[in-house]
């Protein structure tokens, strides 16, 4: 093994950040790759797949990048032992600012920080990169992360629905069927996917992604307000996810180069919403890898 990691915890209770830092013995970039993973998923989704083949965050790793995978704030009771009602509260605000801490504490301020959103956390990249960390900020890497659109512009009242805020939420039968749906996902090993990758997660953080109305208050947290710190961007897709349509994807490019030409989309045919577990997964990190080789990051 090339590459050295530790683990350490930032936050006070009840809202805790884990994280792993992957530290190579030889580095061949001056950034630090920071890896945010989806809603209800823990950060293992980075480092290993179900079937026991390496993850992003190894991959990256003995390639020379130095990488720190983060766990979302108080993401599962049964790690942080924290209460359901302290879980539900937890809003984007917490988890955003913990990552900030967990990138000020392992990461010089001579450094430049390269965020990887999956999912869900591809909103909070963006936020991170443009209005909390930007000067710190080199790129955006995003994977399945074309949605962020919708949520910082909020949809019209009328489309808004109820949302039980005092219930932790898990991602129904349904979700996990369509971001699994790929020949390349080993479909043996769902139940131990389920199993060991998902947790509950804060009905508050889902909320608000959806730009809730009964939660309408938090609206700001996820609306970038400095756009013009807008980051050179590498956005990458399954031709499978159908979470992410082609009008999606072209109104999330478009709005992007009215901030940043560099913007890159590159579609990875027949992969699903769960690209770095599917068969497969090292040809989406040498991607990221040759992107940031042409841009000496």
Not at 106 to 115: E, G, M, P
Not at 214 to 229: C, F, P, Q, R
Not at 230 to 248: A, C, E, F, Q
Request: glycine share 6%; proline share 6%; with cysteine.
């Amino acid at each position: 093994m090339n590459y050295q990691i530790t683990t350490d915890i930032v936050g006070q209770k009840p809202y805790f950040m884990e994280y792993n830092h992957y530290r190579p013995n030889k580095l061949t970039g001056d950034s630090v790759v920071v890896l945010v993973c989806g809603g209800g998923h823990l950060m293992k989704i980075w480092e290993v797949t179900p079937d026991g083949r390496k993850g992003w965050a190894l991959l990256l790793a003995e390639k020379g990048r130095e990488v720190i995978m983060v766990e979302w704030a108080c993401n599962s009771p049964d790690v942080y032992k924290c209460s359901s009602q302290e879980l539900c509260r937890l809003t984007q605000k917490e988890n955003m600012d913990l990552i900030r801490q967990v990138i000020e504490k392992k990461v010089s301020r001579n450094r430049k920080i390269i965020f990887l959103g999956w999912s869900m956390g591809g909103p909070q990249v963006f936020k991170l990169a443009c209005d909390i960390i930007p000067k710190r900020t080199a790129a955006i890497l995003g994977y399945g992360a074309t949605g962020p659109l919708n949520f910082f512009k909020p949809p019209a009242e009328e489309d808004q629905s109820a949302v039980n805020l005092n219930q932790p939420f898990h991602i129904s039968e349904a979700a996990i069927q369509r971001i699994c749906d790929s020949p390349f996902f080993p479909r043996e090993y769902i139940e131990k996917y389920i199993r060991e990758y998902l947790v509950p997660i804060s009905p508050t953080m889902v909320a608000i992604q959806s730009k809730r109305l009964a939660v309408k208050e938090y609206w700001g947290i996820l609306t970038i307000k400095k756009t013009a710190n807008m980051p050179p961007t590498l956005l990458v897709n399954g031709t499978r996810d159908r979470g992410h349509t082609p009008k999606k994807e072209r109104m999330m490019i478009d709005w992007l180069k009215k901030y940043q030409a560099d913007v890159t989309v590159r579609y990875m045919r027949d992969f699903s919403h769960l690209g770095m577990l599917c068969l497969g997964n090292e040809k989406i990190a040498q991607v990221y890898l040759e992107w940031l080789a042409c841009r000496q990051l």
